[in-house]
């Protein structure tokens, strides 16, 4: 199982995370603000951090975008838990580096679920076997072993979440994938109100690329039905 760092400064919140995950026999570190969050994070290194954002001292906004500059933890999938479900607060969790956000009160069983997609993104929770694993077609290749992508002749990290993304719209290449089974491949669920969650880490997604190759379109928006991958690009 994993090892996952649960940062809050609700100790109820905490316990009861806590609890349920031991059941599920992970590892369970905790943290009750965020400066002891990220010192525990550095020291540990955990596969998950459940993060929480209205803390003293120093927010999740702000120990998430640390942890993304952290050579150790950049790559660490963070699920932020919060009472702040607005829409802009969601966004700029996601900007800010979340893998995904959960909104207080919430239902044990969705935070497990969210939990088990989040940890099978990880190289941690990869099969040996695909390890070395590479796909190529059209510009790309990707590299599990690195969460990386080749486009053309340069490589580019990608974040887990970024990493399911592009491979969901490389399998299936040419055709159009719909939003829902796209939330369904990638977090394993497919609740509507999830869509700007996923819209935002396509954006992300689509200005690494961009850098690449400005003339050139990769991902595109089908409206009313979800995104297509041209593996060559297509001219904008």
Not at 8 to 37: C, F
Not at 77 to 93: E, I, S
Not at 170 to 177: A, D, K, P
Not at 179 to 200: A, C, H, I, S
Request: net charge negative.
């Amino acid at each position: 199982m994993a090892k996952i760092l649960v940062v809050d400064d609700n100790p109820a919140i905490v316990e009861l995370v806590k609890i349920n995950l031991e059941m599920q026999g992970h590892d369970v570190l905790t943290a009750p603000d965020g400066l002891q969050g990220f010192a525990i994070a550095q020291q540990e290194l955990p596969h998950l951090i459940v993060l929480d954002l209205m803390m003293p001292n120093v927010d999740g906004y702000t120990v998430c975008q640390r942890l993304r500059k952290h050579p150790d933890l950049a790559e660490t999938p963070v699920l932020m838990l919060t009472a702040l479900g607005d829409m802009d607060d969601k966004l700029k969790g996601f900007d800010s580096g979340a893998d995904d956000y959960l909104v207080k009160p919430f239902e044990i069983p969705e935070l497990l679920v969210r939990v088990r997609a989040l940890l099978r993104r990880t190289k941690a929770a990869m099969p040996s076997s695909a390890a070395q694993e590479l796909l190529s077609i059209g510009h790309f290749t990707l590299i599990s072993d690195s969460l990386e992508v080749k486009v053309q002749e340069t490589i580019v990290k990608l974040t887990p979440t970024e990493y399911e993304i592009l491979n969901a719209l490389i399998q299936n290449h040419g055709q159009t994938i719909a939003l829902g089974k796209l939330l369904q491949e990638v977090w394993g669920y497919n609740p509507d109100d999830d869509v700007e969650t996923l819209r935002v880490h396509i954006r992300h997604l689509r200005v690494k690329l961009e850098k690449i190759s400005p003339d050139l379109k990769y991902i595109e928006t089908i409206y009313g039905g979800g995104y297509r991958l041209w593996p060559e690009g297509k001219v904008s």
